[in-house]
């Protein structure tokens, strides 16, 4: 199943993962549900017993920290950044996504992380 955070408006890809008001979750047997998050105030711990919980494969965003990636990735998550101009999740172009890696992801995992100046 692929997870997409999202805005309130349950159209527009949410800038943050754990944090985004809802998810929409897309699978080829249930089809397109949105449900909110309503662990987005929880702590990562609790935030990742949820998501344990979801059997979600893959997930599509438009940034998350180093440590939430590793602990995706530990759970066997495949993690996709977005184009940051795609605005609508309907919109998203997988060949225009990137796959973080363990090789890659100190590059795209800055959230929450001050870059060096």
């Known amino acids: 199943m692929i997870l997409i955070p999202l805005n309130k408006d349950e159209k527009t890809i949410s800038p943050k993962f754990r944090k985004a008001d809802r998810f929409v979750f897309l699978d080829a047997d249930s089809g397109i549900v949105v449900e909110d998050n309503n662990f987005k105030d929880a702590k990562s711990k609790e935030f990742f017993e949820y998501f344990k ?17 590793q602990k995706l990735d530990k759970m066997g998550v495949e993690v996709f950044v977005i184009p940051q101009d795609t605005k609508l999740y309907s919109h998203i172009d997988i060949a225009k996504c990137t796959k973080i890696t363990q090789d890659n992801a100190s590059e795209f995992c800055i959230l929450g992380h001050k870059k060096d100046k």
């Open 53 to 69: 919980t979801l059997n979600v494969d893959k997930v599509f965003l438009k940034g998350l920290g180093l440590p939430t990636f």
